[in-house]
């Protein structure tokens, strides 16, 4: 397959992000839960960086904590 077309890709990832807004917008019916799974996923990931060696990149990602 080849590359996307730069229009399509920035709709795709437009899409994506709105999906994952709406996604934990939902999930936030108890409070504190969206705080919640938001500091798993980026503990989880944070610690997946750490693991496979991307030393700069737990520093943009530890930002959104």
């Known amino acids: 397959m080849g590359t996307l077309n730069a229009i399509?890709?920035?709709g795709i990832t437009f899409l994506w992000i709105i999906g994952i807004i709406n996604a934990i917008n939902l999930m936030d019916g108890m409070d504190?839960?969206?705080a919640?799974?938001?500091v798993i996923a980026?503990?989880?990931l944070t610690i997946a960086l750490?693991?496979?060696g991307y030393?700069?990149?737990i520093v943009l990602?530890?930002?959104f904590v």
């Open 42 to 44: 980026v503990s989880s």
């Open 55 to 57: 030393g700069s990149d």
């Open 36 to 38: 919640g799974m938001g």
């Open 61 to 63: 990602v530890t930002a």
């Open 32 to 34: 504190g839960l969206a």
């Open 8 to 10: 399509i890709s920035g």
């Open 50 to 52: 750490a693991l496979n």
